[in-house]
């Protein structure tokens, strides 16, 4: 494996120098000329297009479809135009209709896309061939935006929101759409002349019909690094004011009350204000700064119930985090996870009743990004966490006891990526820190460790078009504290270091630091007429550890994969298009254990009326877990193999739904079969509904419960304890949207949850490296039932097994009323619900037991908050 990775870098060193003389096809680029407004002759902007500015405009009519006929004559005509002055861009576009009376005028939420016709307008605004902004205006007068962190269509940052105006009209010719775009709200090299990047597209759902001003092929890749030219701006310069945006917010939490806890009476009220700021610095960065931000208006994550030992990731809501992470994330590693800042404390304590905060508060976080004339992007996060504590209550004797459970912590991001050569190939470099000031003595010390860092360096070199690309990349972390904290760290789930017949590392509880390291390459060729592929080796050393601001599933892996795909991007007998991947990946440890092995064949086929249908095999031959014991020896894994089916409708009608089927058996009994389905419906314009249930039923052959003390020397004299479990999941995630205006939206999220668990065939591993369970009741053990549990004799031994059986409800809901009062100022009426509860005589989880969800014990929680946008 790791001659392979030297190979890959070697050959990475070898083709960069012709990879980098190879120029970017600008040649034949197509040019669009800006036309500049005098002052007091801008447009208003109203949708119409009637002022006299527009009239010296020049229009350009030069569009062809993408689909359905690539490269074809628009089934209507596209006209569009740009104006600026001084402080702003100005679109107009002229969209003709053959059937304008059937043009959908559908009202949404602000970046929410319908089956309304929509105008979108993209602008490499730095023209690195890599990044973009889009703009877009539906039919229905809604606005969109976000951010294309890289050169791909479909990469898309929605938390980006600048401030800016739109407006549509409707004739009998067609629809009119007008923007207003403030130099202010872009980020630009600060030039005299101006040229950049531009694509515009125009998606008419009806008609199933994608029309672009620049058509990339679909067998070929790329974005940003296929535009056309904006040219013919001059006299601008990047904004350095200052933009401020405070917010006040009001809330009250009513829960249901438990007898004798003297933390909880029924109610909590509050009121927080904070503030956030955007300052230009200099011509080319931008400082963002958040002071006691506040997110109560940020949708819940899903519920689970999660039975692996292994962290589940959640994605990123809360909008400070979510613009520009994909720079701060860096290449190879996700040496920067948002969620870890904020996250629940770590800590706990121990009473009748205890008053444990849900979050650690963030005090405040500032980011800085931008792009240096040279092609330097830069990125720089800092943020701090407040120290929290935890109250408990002792009955007997009526005291309250506060012990701190989340230090004051300190989280550091930065990230420097440079591009060079004609292609856009670029170099960068990461580095985190998390700094925690932990008392000597405090019980947290034993738990967290003080200092973590970490960081790395990428490589990415493209050629002409994209049509290959060639990444590595190599980082390093490091660790430390107290004794037993680092101890806790290596029992994590992602080293189990204590395992006992390890031979590629140690377990050392005295051990005051870690440091490990990780790297990478890969090889891909993105674009061909049909055959595409991929190929590439990671590493990561077992001591590798980035999880205090990254994200890292587990450490002690070698992995090397590759797929190739044929596929067929024009419209060929049923299909419009089709493709088949066939994938393969072997991972070991750094023992030499071969520890999974995967293959998988994918086909994907979109049928002419655009219905897409997936067809998918997959298997998993034996293999040795590392994992599977929870830190005990090694442990053979089954042979595995399943299909998924999946089955949707054209996204562009009324009613959009999709349905999937999977279905996994193992050698040692296992099974699941999983049913997925979505309908979508507008039964009005200004109505949205959805709804999208899940159903899962499941054995798993080889589900980990405990150990015991008291094992086998086959076993390195500890018992690991498993059962066949039947788990049941059933959910429904629901939606509902009411728009009264494009800018006055109502929309509710909930989320009824259920799942149960049955445990049977209990048993102990039967040896290392077995794949075989030694079954109680069998080979002269016995296990019987008793009052909350079982009881197991083996080998001269007696113990207890606790019931392990469980039944829990969820409900989650939340109703959001939002209101953009004011560009870029919003007032939020939020109501949240908060149900759960385990109930372990209900039985196996069914559609009844959703119901049973709706009044479980939890809380409601009620806010108001207004933002007000300050811009001088």
Known sequence: MFRFCLTMAALLVAVAPNLMAQAGDEAGAKVFQATPVAAGGQPSIDGILTDAAWQDAEWR?????????????????????????????????????ANPHEIPTIVTRRDQFSNAEHILVAL????????????????????????????????????????????????????????????????????????????????MPAADEDVYWVVIPARESGWSSRFGLLQGIQGIRPSSRLEVMPYVAANATYADAAAGNPFDDGSRYGVRAGADFKLGLGTNLTLDATVNPDFGQVEADPAEVNLSGFETFFDERRPFFTEGSDLLRGGGQNFFYS????????????????????????????KVTGRLSHGLSVGALTAVTGREHATAFDVA???????????????????????????????????TAVRRDIGVGSPLAALLPRTAIAGGADLNLRTAQNTYEFDAFAGFSHVSGEPEAMALLQRHPAHFLQRPDATEFTYDPTRTSMAGWAAGVSAEKNSGRHWVWEAGANAESPLFDINDAGRLGSANDVSSYGDLTWRETQPRGPFRRRSHTLYYTRGWNFGGVMTNQYASLANNFTFHNFMRLFLGTYLEPRATSDDLTRGGPLMGTSYLQGFDVELSGNEGNTVNWS?????????????RVSLRGNVAARPAPRWRVSVTPTFQRERVSRQFLTTRPDGRAATFGTRYVFAFADRTTLSAQMRLEYAFTPDLTLELYAEPFTASGEFHRFGELEAARSRELREYGEDGTTIVPVDDGYEVT???????????????????????????????????????????????????????????????????????????WLAP
């Not at 479809?65 to 002229?94: H, I, M, W």
């Not at 904020?342 to 009748?352: I, S, T, V």
């Open 397 to 431: 004797s009526g005291e309250r006891t506060s012990v701190e459970v989340e230090p004051l912590t300190g989280y550091g991001v930065g990230r420097l990526q440079q591009e060079f050569g004609a292609n856009a190939s670029t170099v960068g470099a990461s580095f």
């Open 659 to 671: 349905g999937s089927v999977n279905v996994q058996v193992d050698e040692a009994g296992g099974r």
């Open 61 to 97: 009519t030069d569009f062809l479809q993408k689909v359905p006929t690539e490269g074809g004559a628009p089934s209507a005509p596209t006209q569009v135009a740009f104006l600026y002055d001084t402080e702003a861009l100005y679109v107009g576009a002229r969209l003709s209709s």
């Open 339 to 366: 969620r870890r800042i904020g996250r629940a404390p770590r800590g706990g304590a121990e009473g009748d009743f205890v008053d444990q905060p849900l979050n650690t508060t963030i005090l405040g976080a500032a």
């Open 794 to 868: 083996a080998d001269g031994q007696t113990f207890n097994l606790p019931n392990p059986d469980f039944n829990v409800l969820s409900f989650r809901s939340n109703l959001v009323m939002r209101w953009e009062w004011l560009p870029g100022s919003t007032l939020f009426l939020v109501w949240q619900q908060d149900r759960s509860g385990s109930v372990p005589t209900l039985g196996k989880a069914s559609v009844g037991a959703l119901f049973d969800s709706f009044s479980a014990p939890g809380s409601n929680f009620l806010a108001v908050k207004a933002t007000y």
């Open 124 to 203: 490499d605004t730095y023209h690195d061939r890599r990044t973009a902004y889009t703009f877009s205006l539906s039919s229905g007068g809604v606005r969109g935006d976000f951010f294309h962190p890289n050169d791909a269509e479909g990469s898309r940052e929605l938390a980006w929101n600048p401030v800016w105006e739109g407006r549509v009209s409707h004739d009998s010719t067609g629809w009119y759409a007008e923007m207003r775009i403030p130099f202010s709200q872009l980020r630009f090299t600060d030039r005299p002349v101006q040229e950049w990047g531009v694509q515009i597209n125009r998606w």
